[in-house]
């Protein structure tokens, strides 16, 4: 059974840094394109960033780029979400997602964690 | 980036009512579009893929067709676990882009 389960939200000043964990099981994560999706209170959903299946290519929103980092480490199955320069408005859950082919690209999301509440407030 | 158009915002419905959604793409995306279903405190789930292929385990009242710019999801007869926010989303570029949802009501 496929199992994602992010972990590492909470409460940060601006300015200050959080980094997001994804845990996965179910499946073999260097085999699998892996996305970040977030989505402030009451609003909808954002693309932060993506990494493809081979680990060598990462990709990020406007809105966070060069501030976020994604990686992966495939011998712990655990995808990561590094965050620096937090402002206000990244305030969200964060959610962890697989691509729906495996040897694929970035496409279609087929299985998604639970999320993981990042609120950046002074 | 490319932008997504979701339209309508919010339609209310009864149940057993057809309920169709469209998605407007700001330039071509072929045929790389998916739509997902979110109910409120939980994660999205992928409903259709490829604009029309339907996502293993999801009820055959939902359709999708389209290609190009323009998009619609159809819901045939709606059910009542079918209230839920529905978003659309594009991957014909790796940087994926959602639109800002529809949230089907009851009527």
């Known amino acids: 059974e496929v199992q994602l389960l992010e972990s590492g939200g909470g409460l940060v000043q601006p300015g200050g840094s959080l980094r997001l964990s994804c845990a996965t099981s179910g499946f073999t994560l260097s085999t699998y394109a892996m996305s970040w999706v977030r989505q402030a209170p009451g609003k909808g959903l954002e693309w932060v960033s993506g990494i493809n299946y081979v680990g060598s290519n990462t990709f990020y929103a406007d809105s966070v780029k060069g501030r976020f980092t994604i990686s992966r480490d495939t011998s712990k199955n655990t995808l990561y979400l590094q965050m620096t320069s937090l402002r206000a408005e990244d305030t969200a859950v964060y959610y962890c997602a697989r691509d729906l082919g495996s040897n694929y690209q970035i496409s279609f999301l087929d299985y998604w964690g639970q999320g993981t509440l990042v609120t950046v407030s002074s | ?107």
């Open chain 2, 1 to 107: 980036d490319i932008q997504m158009t979701q339209s309508p915002s919010s339609v209310s419905a009864s149940v057993g009512d057809r309920v169709t959604i469209t998605c407007r793409a700001s330039q071509n995306i072929r045929s790389w579009l998916a739509w997902y279903q979110q109910k409120p405190g939980t994660a999205p789930k992928l409903l259709i893929y490829a604009a029309s292929s339907l996502q293993s385990g999801v009820p055959s009242r939902f359709s999708g067709s389209g290609s190009g710019t323009d998009f619609t999801l159809t819901i045939s007869s709606l059910q009542p676990e079918d209230f839920a926010t529905y978003y659309c989303q594009q991957a014909n570029s790796f940087r994926l882009t959602f639109g800002g949802g529809t949230k089907v009501e009851i009527k």
